[in-house]
């Protein structure tokens, strides 16, 4: 069985990856990035993507508000069915 979460993320990383690729991140993000990753510290990882994903749903909402766009409600990738 397919994971629809992954199959989204690989289709928006073939469409934005190269232009996301050359954007700087803040110094010392990605050594504590890696940190995590080698101290297997997944709550923190995934505190960070929620993070990410909160503050990327708040600035899609408030775009869409100034230009009109009603009560849209952020894009959420696909639900994977247990």
């Known amino acids: ?4 979460y992954a199959e989204w993320f690989e289709q928006l990383r073939a469409e934005y990856g190269d232009q996301l690729q050359a954007m700087p991140l803040p110094d010392g993000l990605p ?7 080698q101290s ?23 775009a869409g508000a100034r230009q009109g766009g009603g009560e849209a409600a952020p894009t959420r990738p696909p639900r994977v069915q247990a």
Request: a negative charge; hydrophobic letters at 50%.
């Open 31 to 37: 050594e504590h990035l890696h940190a995590l990753i």
């Open 1 to 4: 069985m397919t994971n629809p």
């Open 40 to 62: 297997g510290d997944e709550e923190a990882i995934q505190f960070m993507i929620k993070l990410a994903w909160q503050f990327g749903a708040q600035v899609g909402y408030a």
